[in-house]
């Protein structure tokens, strides 16, 4: 073999060897972990009883993280102060819980971690993981169980807590206010149905409470609550279900305060219609006064004229048995600019009103000033009324199909509480064509009247409802496309809107019920037979 034959053939061999190494490609990887982690062992193990100490270790067999613990955790009876749970945002192949609480004697805990614990690579969740122990020598095995529902919503909330309060010397109705439950639990983000584990015989009250703070206590300005009408034995078979309703705040004014010139608010929690606002100081002959409501914020508008020489002004503010005195000191300040907007401009309804507001108390309309027109240049006759309260001016006329009305009102139309006086103001409004809408019939059977029907958004939010005060058939005109869900209040005391419940004073919600969702198509009708159940 010659020299270069030899060098061929090394030349031939490394350029295998290198297209081979070339070719070779990288280990693929196997089928993705969808394994949650197990648990090795406790330290105390699990449902262990006698418990003495003050912390506790579970090991896992892999690396672990813990997220969102504040929301999953639920311990109970609860701790008046929170135990440490390590690690948070570290991976770890365990969990320490530290106890800080002085434990209660022969009472059984619960620690309920929820979805909160996953393996630290894939994060499959090691679901609903309860970590249970005594302090006496046995575990409180009896349960509650049931389901949450919305009064008024067709979907209930998510982390909706649930107790159960102890009725033994201690118990009285503020309790809930005050203190936390003896059990509790939670549907946390993806359950309606609720089990209260671990707990021992007895009479308890049963409630739930979308807690807006965290604390297990009931506050009527921020939290729905739910309550069984009576107090439960437990043990029992029962599946209790409760309805979630927020309660009518309380009334409860804030200090008065001078906002602008000749303007006081007066801001207020709760129902404003049974408020009044007295005004007890001397004020000269010639002096006037008007409240308006704010649109937006729970307030109230004092407007007065002329502007008073002193250096206050005293009012008593009562709300059915409330009562009490306020001074609002008074400076000088600038007044509010007059501003004349309409509530609907463009598109209105057939049977829609015209509403026009202003930013000050109107104090006159001169109706020769205003004129509506459609677009064949005809006068439309009108009525008009005034909603002192809303500060609007409404304006009533007859409305046909694909028309156009032209609204002018002349200088001088609209007069302020202080005098000030409207510009030239042009609105166009048009209605829309029969064939753009539908129609709804409801044919309903079984109902108890009186009842409110209405037609809702997936967002619960009211499109159209109808009253019915006997058994009729009961139509929906003029409905813009769309789906709607269909929702009937049991308006037991007639007055015409959805009741809600009171704890203390033991009333439930009015009923409601939901039927399917439908949908509305332009120029196109539907009939439905909406049957109810008897409970």
Same mark, same amino acid.
């Given at each position: ?23 070779? $490609?990288?280990?693929?990887?196997? @089928? ?29 067999? @892999? ?6 613990? !504040? ?20 991976? $770890? ?72 309060? @102890? ?6 109705? $503020? ?71 927020? @309660?009518?705040?309380? +009334? ?35 002096? !006037? ?14 407007? +007065? ?102 609204? !002018?009102?002349?200088?001088?139309? +609209? ?121």
């Amino acid at each position: 073999m010659n020299k270069t034959f030899s060098n061929l053939i090394f030349i031939v061999v490394v350029a295998i060897i290198l297209v081979n190494c070339a070719n070779r $490609s990288s280990p693929q990887g196997g @089928e993705k972990d969808i394994t949650p982690p197990s648990i090795v062992k406790s330290e105390p193990e699990n449902f262990s009883t006698n418990f003495q100490g003050n912390e506790i270790k579970v090991y896992f067999d @892999e690396y672990i993280k813990i997220k969102d613990i !504040q929301k999953q955790l639920i311990i109970s009876p609860p701790m008046k102060t929170q135990p440490e749970i390590t690690p948070l945002g570290n991976a $770890s192949k365990y969990i320490t819980i530290k106890i800080f609480d002085t434990l209660q004697p022969n009472t059984t805990y619960a620690f309920n971690f929820g979805n909160s614990i996953s393996d630290n690579n894939e994060e499959n969740p090691f679901p609903y993981y309860r970590y249970v122990f005594s302090t006496g020598n046995y575990i409180d095995s009896l349960s509650v169980n049931g389901q949450i529902f919305d009064a008024i919503n067709r979907k209930p909330e998510t982390f909706v807590s649930v107790g159960l309060y @102890e009725v033994d010397s201690t118990f009285n109705d $503020s309790i809930i206010y005050k203190n936390p439950p003896k059990y509790i639990t939670n549907t946390l983000d993806s359950l309606s149905t609720f089990s209260i584990e671990n707990i021992k015989a007895g009479t308890y009250m049963l409630y739930a409470l979308k807690d807006g703070n965290g604390d297990n206590k009931f506050q009527q300005k921020t939290d729905k609550i739910a309550f069984h009408k009576g107090f439960i034995k437990v043990p029992n078979d029962s599946l209790y279900n409760l309805k979630l309703f927020k @309660e009518d705040t309380d +009334f409860k004014p804030s200090r008065p305060l001078l906002m602008a010139g000749e303007k006081i608010v007066f801001g207020y929690e709760g129902d404003y219609k049974n408020m009044k606002i007295n005004l007890l100081s001397e004020v000269p002959e010639n002096f !006037q006064e008007r409240i308006t409501k704010d649109l937006k914020t729970d307030s109230l508008y004092y407007w +007065f004229t002329p502007k008073l020489e002193i250096d206050s002004i005293n009012f008593k503010v009562s709300h059915l048995d409330y009562e009490k005195d306020y001074t609002v000191k008074l400076r000088d300040l600038k007044r509010d600019s007059l501003t004349i907007k309409p509530i609907v401009i463009g598109s209105i309804g057939y049977d829609e009103d015209f509403k026009i507001n202003a930013s000050i108390p109107f104090k006159s309309f001169d109706a020769s000033k205003m004129t509506i027109m459609d677009k064949d240049s005809i006068n439309i006759d009108y009525t008009s009324s005034f909603d002192t309260i809303n500060n609007n001016y409404v304006f009533s006329f007859k409305k046909t199909a694909e028309n156009i009305y032209k609204i !002018q009102v002349l200088p001088e139309g +609209f007069t302020d509480l202080f005098g000030n006086i409207n510009d030239s103001l042009n609105y166009n409004l048009r209605t829309k064509k029969e064939s753009d809408f539908g129609y709804a019939r409801f044919n309903l059977v079984n109902a108890t009247y009186p009842i409110i029907l209405q037609l809702t958004t997936d967002k619960d939010e009211v499109k159209f409802e109808q009253f019915s005060s006997k058994p009729e058939t009961i139509d929906f005109l003029n409905l813009a496309p769309g789906k709607y869900f269909i929702r009937v209040i049991w308006d037991t005391n007639g007055n015409q809107k959805f009741d809600t419940g009171n704890y203390l004073k033991k009333i439930q919600s009015e009923k409601v019920s939901f039927f399917k969702e439908i949908e509305i198509r332009a120029d196109w009708g539907l009939s439905e037979t909406l049957e109810f159940k008897e409970d």
